[in-house]
C-alpha cells in the first residue's frame, strides 16, 4: 500500500540547464502525462534552463532554480538540495546522471529519499572519444564520472531507467551498474501531436512559403542538435549524389548548436554548392509541421539512446534512413519502416535516400508501418503508466531491496 495519510507524493525532478535542452524536453513530457492525483512534481535545477524554461515552469507544481554559478562547486550544490529536499518534504529524488552530475545522488544519500536516475544515452568511450576527435580530456573526464557513479549506485538507494535495451547494456558494461537496479521503460510521444489530421488547415501551406519547398521533392529533415556525434556533416555530403537524380531536393536541418559547429556546417555547404539546397534551421518550436512537409526522416548519428526525434518521425509517418547502429536498430526495422546503411557509408546513405525518392509509394507504406510501431510501442500515454507504477515501487519498496524488471 501506499502512504495512507498522502495523496500525492512530492517528487523532485533535478536537473541543469543544458546547452542543448534535450534532457529538459524529456522532462517537459514527463510533467505534461504524469498523474497528479498520485504526484505533485517539483522541478529544482541547479543552474538556469534554456528556452524550454518558460515551457516547464509551467507544467511544475513548483519550480525552483538554485542559481548555482559554479559548475564545480559540488558542495553548494549539495547543501542547497538537501535543503530543498526537506523544506518540501520531498519523498522522491527524479534525476539524470549526466548533466545534473553527482549532486541529486550524494543528496539522496545524506537525506535518505529514494532516487530515480535516467539513462538516457549510451556511454560506450571509445565512440565518445572518436566523436570528439579523439579528446584525451573527455576520455578522463567521463572515465572519473564513471567511476563515481559506479559507486554511488551502491550507496544509493536508487533504480535506473534506460530509454531501450541498448542503453541499458551499455550501461552495465561501462558503468558498472547494478543489472537488477536497471529498469527499462522508452519515454516516447503521443501519436495525435503528430496526426497531420490534427494541424491547422493552412499550416503546411504556409510553411512551405517560408521555406521555398513547394515543387521541391524529395524533402529530407533531420532534427538534432549540432554536433560532431550527430553528424550533420556527412548528410551535407551525401546532398550532390541526390541532387545529380532529384535536382529539385532539399536538406532542413532542424537544431541547436554551438557557433563555431554552424559556422564549420555553413563552411562545408558554402564549398558543396548547397546554398539552395540546405537550410539551417535552428531551434523550431513546429516540429510536428515540419515532419509533414517532409517526404522523409534522415539521422546521420553515429551513437544514440533512444532518439525522439526518430520515434517523432515514426508517429509522423515518415520513413526514416539512418546509421546502422544499435540503439536506431531497436526501433526502425531495415526495409519495413525505413532504411539502416552500415555507419559512415555515405555512398549508401546517398543511395538509399535515392531508393526511396524513386518509390514514393513504398516510402508510404514504410511511414504507415512506423506509425503503427509508436502506437503499439511508444505511446507516452501507456509509457508514463509504467514510470508511474516504478515511482511507486520504489516509494514504497524497503531500503536495499532491488528489482529486476526489464
Not at 513547394?214 to 549540432?226: E, F, I, Q, S, T
Request: proline share 5%; with cysteine; net charge positive.
Amino acid at each position: 500500500m501506499l502512504k495512507s495519510k498522502k495523496t500525492a507524493f512530492k517528487t523532485l525532478h533535478c536537473s541543469v540547464a543544458l546547452t542543448f535542452g534535450g534532457e529538459q524536453r524529456q522532462l517537459a513530457k514527463i510533467l505534461s502525462y504524469i498523474d497528479r492525483k498520485h504526484f505533485q512534481p517539483i522541478v529544482c535545477c541547479i543552474r538556469r534552463f534554456g528556452y524550454v524554461e518558460p515551457t516547464i515552469q509551467k507544467l511544475a507544481s513548483k519550480f525552483i532554480c538554485l542559481q548555482v554559478g559554479s559548475r564545480y562547486n559540488l558542495l553548494g550544490e549539495v547543501q542547497r538540495l538537501r535543503r530543498v529536499i526537506k523544506e518540501q518534504n520531498i519523498d522522491l529524488i527524479v534525476t539524470g546522471i549526466f548533466g545534473s552530475g553527482f549532486s541529486p545522488l550524494l543528496a539522496a544519500l545524506i537525506t535518505r529519499v529514494p532516487a530515480v536516475a535516467f539513462l538516457t544515452t549510451t556511454y560506450d568511450l571509445g565512440a565518445r572519444s572518436a566523436a570528439a576527435s579523439g579528446s584525451a580530456i573527455l576520455y578522463w573526464k567521463s572515465r572519473v564520472c564513471y567511476i563515481v557513479h559506479a559507486v554511488l549506485a551502491r550507496l544509493v538507494r536508487v533504480q535506473y531507467i534506460a530509454y531501450s535495451e541498448t542503453i541499458k547494456e551499455s550501461a552495465i558494461k561501462n558503468l558498472h551498474l547494478p543489472p537488477e537496479r536497471i529498469s527499462i521503460i522508452p519515454l516516447g510521444q503521443d501519436p495525435n501531436e503528430f496526426d497531420a489530421r490534427l494541424l491547422p488547415r493552412d499550416t503546411t501551406t504556409r510553411l512551405k512559403d517560408e521555406l521555398g519547398l513547394h515543387g521541391a521533392y524529395p524533402v529530407l529533415l533531420n532534427v538534432a542538435r549540432l554536433s560532431a556525434v550527430k553528424g550533420q556533416k556527412d548528410l551535407l555530403k551525401v546532398m550532390p549524389q541526390i541532387l545529380d537524380r532529384f535536382p529539385r531536393a532539399k536538406l532542413l536541418i532542424a537544431g541547436d548548436g554551438p557557433s563555431q559547429f554552424k559556422q564549420e556546417l555553413e563552411s562545408l555547404r558554402d564549398r558543396l554548392s548547397l546554398q539552395g539546397h540546405t537550410q539551417l534551421l535552428g531551434h523550431r518550436n513546429d516540429i510536428a509541421a515540419l515532419l509533414h512537409i517532409s517526404d522523409m526522416f534522415v539521422l546521420s548519428s553515429y551513437y544514440e539512446g533512444l532518439p525522439g526525434s526518430v520515434i517523432e518521425a515514426m508517429a509522423a509517418s515518415k520513413p526514416v534512413v539512418a546509421f546502422d547502429i544499435p540503439s536506431i536498430r531497436e526501433i526502425v526495422k531495415d526495409g519495413n519502416t525505413g532504411i539502416l546503411v552500415p555507419e559512415r557509408n555515405i555512398d549508401l546513405f546517398a543511395e538509399s535516400i535515392v531508393q526511396l525518392a524513386e518509390y514514393p509509394d513504398t516510402a508510404r507504406k514504410m511511414g504507415e508501418r512506423a506509425r503503427h510501431i509508436v502506437q503499439s510501442k511508444f505511446d507516452i500515454r501507456q509509457n508514463m503508466k509504467e514510470l508511474e507504477a516504478l515511482f511507486k515501487r520504489v516509494l514504497i519498496r524497503p531500503s536495499g531491496q532491488g528489482e529486476n524488471q526489464t
